[in-house]
């Protein structure tokens, strides 16, 4: 398998901080989005050298489509002439419905960027309106228009599960509504994080309990695969095999270079970090000299872990390739119990979780590693 690696450009800007956001990013400012802009180059300028190809490059944030297509464009011809961007590039644009113009992603979509990956999250108004969404459910159809209109054949959107007053209903009107307009689909679980409004107010206490959270995940993963989604992670989904390049190369513990304050990367076998530190990354001459170091990564326990999330599992040729020294010899006799249980599949080429699996993910993949040492 050729290597290549993806670069990852956070954003730190939002209009208003949702309130269930654990994401890092602060007010959109027209100065800071400039002094940002430049900083982004600067360290795109001073990024070791990489003789790897680049096929995947991925504005995330934060929303990434408030800076406009000036500054976005100039990011991404930075990463043109430092890196060997392949051809086939996958370059994917974070967006939300309330803050995109048709005339930004014209000039996007010919200068290069060819995904966009919309924050949905529900097509009821008031259920928008609970999450704390600044857009409504027209707008979210009407920003995947915009889209189309601008060229963008890949698009992208999220939904949000298991969150206050959702039924099967509103995920069904989510997937009429825009399965047949849309590539790709990632359906997240909400989760209540402590420090954001949404951990303050105890918000879990309206959300739904475990039991109906698999029942709604359940829903999801079954109306979409009627619609003619593959499922090939845990909470992604796609049609004619349009997979996010980008975080497939997650799953697949390949390498990654992050920019940018809360941006992680994996380079070298090592994972690092830039703190949520807007200031320092402002400041800094060159931002790399903040560049924290957090673990060694990519052993096989890892790659297990990361693989497993996807639907094509853990393929025993290419772990053999990457890790010639590990003996998997105990996964077969830790499945046993799991298949039993329709949790697993394992046949003489891979072994990968069932959708039933997926429901319990964390602890099936424990329980199928724990003998691994
Ligand atoms: S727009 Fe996205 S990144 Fe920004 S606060 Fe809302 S969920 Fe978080």
Redesign the pocket.
Known sequence: MMRSFGLYIHIPF?RA??PY?D?Y?VPFQDDLADRYTEAVLRAIHCAADSELPLDSIYFG???PVLMGAERLLAMYDAAKKKFSVTADCEITLEA?PAAMTLEDLCKLRQGGFNRISI?VQSAVDEQLKTLGRLHSAAQARESVELCRIAGFDNISVDLMLATPGQTEDSIRTFCHTFCPVVEHISAYLLKVEEGTPFGRRHMERFCPDEERSADLYLCAVNELKQQGFEQYEISNFAKDGKYSRHNTRYWDCSEYLGIGPAAHSFWNGERRYFERDLEAFLSAENPWTLWQFDDKGGDFFEYAMLRLRLSAGLIFSDCAERYPGVDLSFLRQQAEQLVKHDLVFIDENHIALTVKGFLVSNSVIWNLLEQYD
């Open positions: 939002c901080k949702c956001c994401f990013s944030g934060g929303t939300n924050g």
